[in-house]
């Protein structure tokens, strides 16, 4: 493997096809402006690097990014990409990621509007994000540790494991399918509507009319905090071990909870029961 260290590129396609080659403390950045830098290569890792252009990382076979910084102005930095690692790395580019798979993300500062978009066999552990349509049509996830703050993250989303996260979202997890979110704080209106074979297992949900037209939904041992009008048309089983503000025409399965302030049946075809179960 051929070592680059302390060198500025600028040109057009820099580094075109490029392969076995590693980045050292290298600057992606100046007045020719150019895009595409290692466009089509394979085999690259880059340590501590910065990057200020556009589309550094297109089309490329086993990439590794460490402790580097891709700017606002690097966007679209990675697309079409596999066998991808990136770790304590500024990710601040708009769509960042998109197209890929076989994806690892660690201690990573996410800042990109529609990051994520149509991934595959992802892992992110321990990042910090901000975007809007985060995720979105990606499938074969695993989340841990995500601090996220956005609108609209998750939609469409299939098969993915969310654990010890925290997630201030609106809109979240919208037509999700085989999602499962794990002793976590989700904060946000009208989450999870239209989803299939949604569960959430010792979370703290927040906001308002949580829930709405799902299928095959599952809650286990959850709190809801300022929640009202949920579960409206949908086919639950939950356990609450909180109050619920009110729940709405839930059509099928049973929602167990120790207390709720309004129960709204009318809709003839909603036939959720409710159970009111307290420790006393």
Not at 172 to 180: G, L
Not at 257 to 264: C, R, T, Y
């Amino acid at each position: 493997m051929k070592t680059v260290k302390n060198q500025i590129f600028d040109a057009e396609r820099a580094l075109y096809n490029s392969k076995g080659l590693r980045l050292e403390h290298c600057s992606f950045d100046g007045p020719a402006d150019g895009e595409s830098a290692l466009k089509e290569s394979s085999d690259i890792q880059v340590d501590g690097c910065f990057f200020n252009l556009r589309y550094p990382f297109w089309h490329d076979t086993n990439l590794t990014v460490d402790n580097s910084e891709l700017t606002e102005l690097c966007r679209a930095a990675l697309w079409y990409s596999q066998k991808i690692e990136i770790n304590n790395t500024k990710l601040h580019g708009i769509k960042a990621l998109r197209e890929c798979r076989d994806v690892m993300l660690s201690d990573c500062d996410i800042i990109s509007p529609e990051f994520g978009w149509s991934v595959t066999d992802a892992v992110i552990n321990n990042c910090r994000a901000e975007s809007e349509y985060f995720m979105l049509r990606s499938e074969k996830l695993k989340f841990n540790g995500l601090d996220f703050k956005g609108k609209y993250s998750f939609q469409y989303v299939r098969y993915a494991e969310l654990d010890n996260c925290i997630l201030d979202t609106k809109d979240a997890f919208w037509h999700t399918e085989n999602v499962t979110v794990r002793n976590s704080i989700v904060k946000g209106e009208y989450l999870g509507w239209y989803s299939n074979r949604l569960r959430f297992e010792n979370c703290r949900i927040i906001g308002t009319q949580p829930l709405c037209y799902c299928n095959n939904l599952e809650l286990i041992n959850c709190e809801m905090t300022d929640t009202d009008l949920a579960f409206e048309k949908s086919h639950v089983n939950a356990v609450i071990t909180t109050p619920v503000v009110s729940i709405k025409n839930p059509y099928s399965g049973r929602i167990v909870v120790p207390s709720v302030g309004e129960q709204i049946f009318d809709d003839r075809s909603a036939c959720g029961e409710i159970i009111i179960k307290t420790n006393d």
